[in-house]
């Protein structure tokens, strides 16, 4: 039940490499949080254990110029106020991963991915991910891992990889995506509408346009 209350912003890594663990109940408040800023650095953020958060109340962002990865793990969650950003400077990547029976991330804005560097986020089988008023906006650069549903409201761009059978609602459209399932998969796509060139790529990975 330990509290580290931080009124400013927490920087993981600003221009070498750092790292944060926070675990067993641990709860940190900021107003904002970046993690690998400058070139050349690389920040690592682990959260752990039930009841373990991290509280942010303006905007997140893994990976700047630098390397950032983020892992929520074994029921531990995170809320943040505004948007999440990975990937989003080029020459930089990010990597979110949300592991473990329970984990939460809630994203009050919107989810930017892989605007300028790789990006990846993981969602594990038993892990929850909802965005409040904002959406997926997935550069080239962008990959999701699907191991459960995702409570977004649009999806624009990059590469979804649909790991496990599930059904993905999408309220208010879907653009630029690519689907990629597993052989043996069964997704179900609820969405009204399916703009530019977004395809599937099923089983083998033969492609082809959404219809």
Known sequence: SSLWQITGALVVSNAASGALNIASDGTVPDSSLASGVAADSAGIITLSGTNSSLIITGTASVGGAGSGEFSILNGASVSIGSDLNIGETAGGSGNVDIEGASGTLFIGGNLNM??????????????????????????????????????????????????????????????????????????????????????????????????
């Open 114 to 211: 892989g605007a300028g560097g790789p990006a990846q986020l993981t969602v594990g089988p038993n892990a929850t991910v909802m965005l409040d008023n904002g959406g997926i906006n997935a550069g080239p650069n962008a990959t999701l891992n699907l191991f459960a549903a995702i409570d977004p409201l649009f999806q624009k761009g990059g590469t979804l990889n649909v790991k496990t059978t599930q059904t993905q609602n999408f309220p208010a459209y879907v653009s630029d995506a690519s689907f990629v399932l597993n052989a043996g998969v069964t997704y179900t796509l609820n969405t009204p509408v399916i703009l530019g060139a977004s395809q599937f790529a099923i089983g083998t990975g033969n492609s082809a346009p959404c219809v």
